[in-house]
Protein backbone atom coordinates (compact mmCIF):
# COMPACT_ATOMS: atom_id res chain seq x y z
CA UNK A 1 0.00 0.00 0.00
CA UNK A 2 1.58 3.36 -0.98
CA UNK A 3 2.06 5.98 1.28
CA UNK A 4 0.32 8.74 1.42
CA UNK A 5 0.68 12.77 2.97
CA UNK A 6 -2.40 11.35 4.95
CA UNK A 7 -0.29 8.75 6.50
CA UNK A 8 2.38 11.33 7.23
CA UNK A 9 0.04 13.56 9.77
CA UNK A 10 -0.33 12.83 13.70
CA UNK A 11 -2.79 9.19 14.30
CA UNK A 12 -5.17 8.77 17.08
CA UNK A 13 -6.17 5.03 18.36
CA UNK A 14 -9.02 3.23 18.02
CA UNK A 15 -11.97 3.23 20.88
CA UNK A 16 -10.45 -0.77 21.83
CA UNK A 17 -6.91 -0.08 21.34
CA UNK A 18 -5.10 0.30 25.32
CA UNK A 19 -2.93 2.22 26.12
CA UNK A 20 0.47 0.34 24.97
CA UNK A 21 -1.01 2.40 21.60
CA UNK A 22 1.91 4.49 20.64
CA UNK A 23 3.16 6.60 17.92
CA UNK A 24 6.79 7.29 16.83
CA UNK A 25 8.76 9.96 14.45
CA UNK A 26 12.18 9.56 14.33
CA UNK A 27 15.14 10.82 12.19
CA UNK A 28 18.78 9.00 12.64
CA UNK A 29 22.01 10.43 10.06
CA UNK A 30 25.36 10.17 9.97
CA UNK A 31 28.13 12.42 7.95
CA UNK A 32 31.08 10.09 8.34
CA UNK A 33 33.04 12.91 6.73
CA UNK A 34 32.84 15.41 9.56
CA UNK A 35 32.56 12.49 12.00
CA UNK A 36 29.09 14.07 13.04
CA UNK A 37 25.66 12.17 13.44
CA UNK A 38 22.67 12.51 15.70
CA UNK A 39 19.49 10.78 16.75
CA UNK A 40 15.88 12.46 17.11
CA UNK A 41 13.15 11.03 18.03
CA UNK A 42 9.30 11.64 19.47
CA UNK A 43 7.15 9.22 21.29
CA UNK A 44 3.42 10.37 21.53
CA UNK A 45 1.18 8.09 24.21
CA UNK A 46 -2.30 9.33 23.60
CA UNK A 47 -3.63 6.92 26.21
CA UNK A 48 -1.50 8.03 28.84
CA UNK A 49 -1.94 11.64 27.50
CA UNK A 50 1.89 11.96 27.73
CA UNK A 51 4.62 12.60 24.93
CA UNK A 52 8.69 12.16 25.16
CA UNK A 53 11.77 13.11 23.37
CA UNK A 54 14.83 11.50 23.17
CA UNK A 55 17.64 13.78 20.82
CA UNK A 56 21.56 13.43 20.85
CA UNK A 57 23.70 14.97 18.97
CA UNK A 58 28.07 14.26 18.17
CA UNK A 59 30.31 16.27 16.67
CA UNK A 60 33.73 15.18 15.27
CA UNK A 61 33.25 11.95 17.29
CA UNK A 62 32.08 12.87 20.37
CA UNK A 63 29.15 13.67 21.82
CA UNK A 64 27.96 17.26 22.54
CA UNK A 65 24.29 17.25 22.97
CA UNK A 66 21.61 15.19 24.46
CA UNK A 67 17.92 15.85 25.16
CA UNK A 68 15.95 13.48 27.55
CA UNK A 69 12.56 15.20 27.89
CA UNK A 70 9.73 12.63 29.51
CA UNK A 71 5.99 12.76 30.42
CA UNK A 72 5.62 16.06 28.04
CA UNK A 73 1.84 16.72 27.39
CA UNK A 74 0.79 15.82 24.22
CA UNK A 75 1.65 18.14 21.53
CA UNK A 76 -1.99 19.81 19.67
CA UNK A 77 -0.18 20.50 16.47
CA UNK A 78 0.43 17.58 13.72
CA UNK A 79 3.36 15.92 13.23
CA UNK A 80 3.54 17.45 10.16
CA UNK A 81 4.65 20.69 11.97
CA UNK A 82 5.14 19.94 15.21
CA UNK A 83 7.81 21.53 17.82
CA UNK A 84 7.67 19.10 21.21
CA UNK A 85 10.76 20.19 23.45
CA UNK A 86 13.84 21.13 21.96
CA UNK A 87 12.85 19.22 18.84
CA UNK A 88 10.90 20.28 15.91
CA UNK A 89 9.57 19.07 12.62
CA UNK A 90 8.60 20.18 9.30
CA UNK A 91 7.30 18.51 6.71
CA UNK A 92 8.37 19.09 3.03
CA UNK A 93 6.30 19.38 -0.40
CA UNK A 94 6.56 15.86 -0.74
CA UNK A 95 6.38 12.46 1.14
CA UNK A 96 10.53 12.45 0.83
CA UNK A 97 11.02 15.21 2.26
CA UNK A 98 11.27 17.08 5.80
CA UNK A 99 13.32 19.50 7.63
CA UNK A 100 14.63 19.62 11.11
CA UNK A 101 15.87 21.37 14.51
CA UNK A 102 17.20 20.25 17.17
CA UNK A 103 18.42 22.37 20.17
CA UNK A 104 20.79 21.33 23.20
CA UNK A 105 21.90 23.35 26.38
CA UNK A 106 25.24 24.78 23.67
CA UNK A 107 24.51 23.93 20.48
CA UNK A 108 22.16 23.17 17.92
CA UNK A 109 21.63 21.71 14.39
CA UNK A 110 19.47 21.78 11.53
CA UNK A 111 18.74 19.53 8.84
CA UNK A 112 16.95 19.05 5.50
CA UNK A 113 16.11 15.53 4.60
CA UNK A 114 15.84 14.34 1.38
CA UNK A 115 14.30 10.24 0.32
CA UNK A 116 16.17 8.51 -2.39
CA UNK A 117 12.38 6.84 -2.93
CA UNK A 118 9.09 7.18 -1.73
CA UNK A 119 8.87 5.57 2.01
CA UNK A 120 7.96 2.12 2.03
CA UNK A 121 5.81 0.08 4.61
CA UNK A 122 7.24 -2.61 6.93
CA UNK A 123 4.52 -3.65 9.42
CA UNK A 124 6.93 -6.25 10.83
CA UNK A 125 7.39 -4.03 13.76
CA UNK A 126 4.19 -3.05 14.06
CA UNK A 127 1.64 -6.46 13.77
CA UNK A 128 -1.16 -4.75 14.50
CA UNK A 129 -0.63 -1.06 13.54
CA UNK A 130 1.86 0.52 10.56
CA UNK A 131 5.69 1.21 10.40
CA UNK A 132 7.15 3.24 7.40
CA UNK A 133 11.22 4.16 6.37
CA UNK A 134 12.79 5.70 4.04
CA UNK A 135 16.22 6.34 3.48
CA UNK A 136 18.11 9.55 2.02
CA UNK A 137 20.14 12.34 1.97
CA UNK A 138 20.77 15.11 5.11
CA UNK A 139 22.63 18.44 4.37
CA UNK A 140 23.04 21.55 7.14
CA UNK A 141 24.62 22.50 9.72
CA UNK A 142 25.58 22.21 13.51
CA UNK A 143 26.01 25.52 14.82
CA UNK A 144 28.57 25.37 17.98
CA UNK A 145 29.54 28.28 20.42
CA UNK A 146 32.82 28.79 18.65
CA UNK A 147 31.86 27.65 15.08
CA UNK A 148 29.70 26.12 12.36
CA UNK A 149 30.27 22.82 10.87
CA UNK A 150 28.23 21.91 7.53
CA UNK A 151 26.56 18.75 6.98
CA UNK A 152 26.62 16.02 3.78
CA UNK A 153 25.98 13.14 5.26
CA UNK A 154 23.09 10.22 5.01
CA UNK A 155 19.83 9.49 7.14
CA UNK A 156 17.33 7.15 7.79
CA UNK A 157 13.72 8.63 8.42
CA UNK A 158 10.86 6.58 10.31
CA UNK A 159 7.43 7.20 11.18
CA UNK A 160 4.65 4.29 12.94
CA UNK A 161 1.58 4.07 15.18
CA UNK A 162 0.07 1.24 17.09
CA UNK A 163 -0.01 -0.91 19.90
CA UNK A 164 3.58 -1.56 20.47
CA UNK A 165 5.10 -3.65 23.19
CA UNK A 166 9.00 -3.68 23.44
CA UNK A 167 9.15 -6.83 26.30
CA UNK A 168 8.72 -9.51 23.22
CA UNK A 169 12.22 -8.00 22.21
CA UNK A 170 14.94 -9.76 23.43
CA UNK A 171 17.64 -8.56 21.90
CA UNK A 172 18.22 -6.52 18.75
CA UNK A 173 20.86 -5.59 15.47
CA UNK A 174 19.46 -2.84 13.08
CA UNK A 175 21.79 -0.51 10.84
CA UNK A 176 20.69 1.38 7.97
CA UNK A 177 24.10 1.98 5.38
CA UNK A 178 24.05 4.36 2.55
CA UNK A 179 26.30 4.28 -0.10
CA UNK A 180 24.71 7.00 -2.23
CA UNK A 181 21.06 7.45 -4.26
CA UNK A 182 21.89 3.97 -6.10
CA UNK A 183 22.57 1.72 -2.99
CA UNK A 184 21.42 1.64 0.25
CA UNK A 185 20.40 -0.90 3.55
CA UNK A 186 18.00 -1.39 6.10
CA UNK A 187 18.16 -4.44 7.82
CA UNK A 188 17.06 -5.77 10.98
CA UNK A 189 17.89 -8.82 13.35
CA UNK A 190 15.93 -9.28 16.24
CA UNK A 191 15.44 -12.20 18.63
CA UNK A 192 12.01 -11.93 20.14
CA UNK A 193 9.74 -14.47 22.59
CA UNK A 194 8.36 -15.59 19.20
CA UNK A 195 10.97 -16.39 17.73
CA UNK A 196 13.59 -14.80 15.20
CA UNK A 197 13.25 -12.09 13.03
CA UNK A 198 14.90 -11.18 9.82
CA UNK A 199 13.78 -8.39 7.51
CA UNK A 200 14.45 -4.92 5.90
CA UNK A 201 15.21 -4.13 2.41
CA UNK A 202 17.90 -2.90 -0.29
CA UNK A 203 17.64 0.06 -2.64
CA UNK A 204 19.67 -0.86 -5.35
CA UNK A 205 19.61 1.07 -8.69
CA UNK A 206 16.08 2.52 -8.05
CA UNK A 207 14.39 -0.53 -6.93
CA UNK A 208 13.28 -1.68 -3.79
CA UNK A 209 14.46 -5.82 -2.49
CA UNK A 210 12.89 -7.17 0.80
CA UNK A 211 15.32 -8.80 2.56
CA UNK A 212 14.36 -12.60 3.30
CA UNK A 213 17.52 -13.73 5.17
CA UNK A 214 20.46 -10.87 7.50
CA UNK A 215 23.20 -11.87 9.29
CA UNK A 216 24.38 -8.53 10.72
CA UNK A 217 27.79 -10.36 12.62
CA UNK A 218 27.48 -7.15 15.29
CA UNK A 219 31.21 -6.63 17.21
CA UNK A 220 30.36 -5.69 20.66
CA UNK A 221 32.75 -3.68 22.67
CA UNK A 222 34.08 -5.34 26.09
CA UNK A 223 31.30 -2.91 28.05
CA UNK A 224 28.71 -5.48 26.50
CA UNK A 225 27.08 -2.77 25.29
CA UNK A 226 28.49 -0.84 22.77
CA UNK A 227 28.61 -1.84 19.01
CA UNK A 228 32.24 -1.88 17.58
CA UNK A 229 31.42 -2.87 14.11
CA UNK A 230 29.73 -5.82 11.83
CA UNK A 231 30.47 -8.26 9.38
CA UNK A 232 27.18 -8.33 7.58
CA UNK A 233 25.42 -10.61 5.02
CA UNK A 234 21.77 -10.38 3.43
CA UNK A 235 19.98 -12.16 0.38
CA UNK A 236 16.97 -10.76 -0.40
CA UNK A 237 13.93 -12.08 -1.69
CA UNK A 238 14.40 -11.29 -5.76
CA UNK A 239 17.86 -13.57 -4.49
CA UNK A 240 20.49 -10.99 -4.30
CA UNK A 241 23.14 -11.61 -1.92
CA UNK A 242 25.29 -8.63 -0.15
CA UNK A 243 28.34 -8.50 2.04
CA UNK A 244 28.79 -5.00 3.86
CA UNK A 245 31.48 -4.30 7.04
CA UNK A 246 31.23 -1.50 9.20
CA UNK A 247 33.49 0.13 11.84
CA UNK A 248 31.81 2.47 14.76
CA UNK A 249 33.68 5.93 14.80
CA UNK A 250 31.18 7.10 17.91
CA UNK A 251 28.48 5.73 20.32
CA UNK A 252 25.80 6.81 21.96
CA UNK A 253 23.45 5.54 24.53
CA UNK A 254 19.75 5.59 23.34
CA UNK A 255 16.27 5.27 24.53
CA UNK A 256 14.30 6.34 27.54
CA UNK A 257 10.51 5.82 28.61
CA UNK A 258 7.63 6.19 26.06
CA UNK A 259 7.59 3.23 24.10
CA UNK A 260 4.35 1.04 25.38
CA UNK A 261 3.02 -0.36 28.45
CA UNK A 262 6.45 -1.96 28.86
CA UNK A 263 8.12 1.42 30.58
CA UNK A 264 10.82 2.09 27.77
CA UNK A 265 13.47 1.14 26.22
CA UNK A 266 17.02 1.44 25.50
CA UNK A 267 19.85 0.42 23.30
CA UNK A 268 23.65 1.57 21.72
CA UNK A 269 23.83 3.37 18.51
CA UNK A 270 27.01 3.55 16.65
CA UNK A 271 27.94 6.06 14.02
CA UNK A 272 29.46 4.33 11.44
CA UNK A 273 31.87 4.10 8.27
CA UNK A 274 30.61 0.89 5.93
CA UNK A 275 32.10 -0.63 3.30
CA UNK A 276 30.01 -2.41 0.17
CA UNK A 277 32.09 -3.91 -2.66
CA UNK A 278 34.79 -0.54 -2.56
CA UNK A 279 32.03 1.61 -2.28
CA UNK A 280 32.29 3.55 1.61
CA UNK A 281 29.14 4.23 2.98
CA UNK A 282 27.59 5.65 6.33
CA UNK A 283 25.37 4.81 8.69
CA UNK A 284 24.02 3.60 11.82
CA UNK A 285 24.70 0.57 13.87
CA UNK A 286 22.21 -0.52 16.81
CA UNK A 287 22.55 -3.08 18.92
CA UNK A 288 20.27 -3.63 21.87
CA UNK A 289 21.88 -6.75 24.19
CA UNK A 290 19.67 -10.30 25.27
CA UNK A 291 18.56 -8.87 28.68
CA UNK A 292 16.20 -12.33 29.54
CA UNK A 293 16.01 -15.90 28.26
CA UNK A 294 13.95 -17.20 25.25
CA UNK A 295 11.51 -19.98 26.62
CA UNK A 296 13.35 -22.22 24.96
CA UNK A 297 16.68 -21.49 26.62
CA UNK A 298 14.85 -21.66 30.01
CA UNK A 299 14.00 -25.09 29.14
CA UNK A 300 16.89 -26.13 28.27
CA UNK A 301 18.49 -25.10 31.68
CA UNK A 302 15.38 -26.40 33.56
CA UNK A 303 14.62 -22.89 34.70
CA UNK A 304 10.68 -23.55 35.10
Avoid at 135 to 150: C, S, Y
Avoid at 205 to 231: E, F, M, Q, W
Avoid at 236 to 258: D, F, H, I, M, N
Wanted: charged share 25%; hydrophobic share 35%.
Amino acid sequence: MPITREDTKTHRPREEDDESWQESFFLGWSDVESRCGGSHHVSLNPHLKLAHVWSWLVVGGEVVGRSQLHRLPLPTDDLRTMRLGTLQFMAGESIRSLTMGAQFETCRVELEYQGFHDPIELNVLRPRGRHYESMGAVQGEVILPDRAVKIFGSGWQDHSWGPRNYSHTLSERWLFSIFGDDLAFSIYSLNTSEGRREFGYVFDGGKIHLIKTARVGALVADDGLSPAGCNTFVRTQTGRGYKLSGEVYAAALTGGPGWSGTGGYFGMNGLSEFVCGGRVGEGILEIAEMKSLTADQRAELQMD
